[in-house]
Each structure stands twice: as C-alpha cells, then as structure tokens.
C-alpha cells in the first residue's frame, strides 16, 4: 500500500495563487499515475489533473492555462501550481496515486482551497 500526504491548502484572494504538493511513501514502486481530484460543497469529485510516470499531463478544461502539474519521482512527490483562482476553485483537493496494471488507487486526506471573491 501507499501512503499519501498532501500540503499546501488554504485560504486566498481570487487571482491569487497556491501550490498543492502531495508526498507519497510505502510501497512507490507500484506507482503509475498521480495526481488530484476536488470536491466541492454537495458536488461529485472532479478529476483536476494527472500525471504519468513519464511526465506527461492531463488536465480538466476548467483549469486549462491556470494550473500545473509536475512530478518528482526522486522525491515520490506530486505538485500542482494553482494560478489565477476563481471562487468557483473552492473545494477539498484530494491526492491519488493510481497502480500499475489498474491494482486499484490510494487517496489523500484531503486539504481545503477556499478562494474569496
């Protein structure tokens, strides 16, 4: 098993900016794709961005050109880079770590990105 932390959440001003960063420790070997979902108030939990192994991004329409998503796999550690929030950004972002051969998917506690108007 994995296990995942995430950091990095808070409380900004829209417009502003937030780095996410979620740490991944147990067996990381069995990793293939990382990356993070949200959940906002009564809403379902919507794919953000994922990143492959090899470094190669997907990303939801809604944060296409505002939010970026990296990798380190020395570090076993996923980053994303939040620019210009939009109040409708505000939502628990949860961490993922999916394994190979589709084996399943580890998740994050969660951390809380609150955007004011």
């Known amino acids: 098993q994995v296990q995942l932390v995430e950091s990095g959440g808070g409380l900004v001003q829209a417009g502003g900016s937030l780095r996410l960063s979620c740490a991944a420790s147990?067996?990381?070997?069995?990793?293939?794709?990382m990356g993070w979902f949200r959940q906002a108030p009564e809403k379902q939990r919507e794919l953000v961005a994922q990143i492959g192994r090899g470094g190669r991004p997907n990303y939801a329409e809604s944060v296409k050109g505002r939010f970026t998503i990296s990798r380190d796999n020395a570090k076993n550690t996923v980053y994303l880079q939040m620019n210009s929030l939009k109040p409708e950004d505000t939502a628990v972002y949860y961490c993922?770590?999916?394994?190979?051969?589709?084996?399943?998917?580890?998740w994050g506690q969660g951390t809380q990105v609150t955007v004011s108007p």
């Open positions: 147990g067996r990381t070997f069995t990793i293939n794709d």
């Open positions: 993922n770590a999916d394994y190979i051969n589709n084996n399943g998917r580890s």
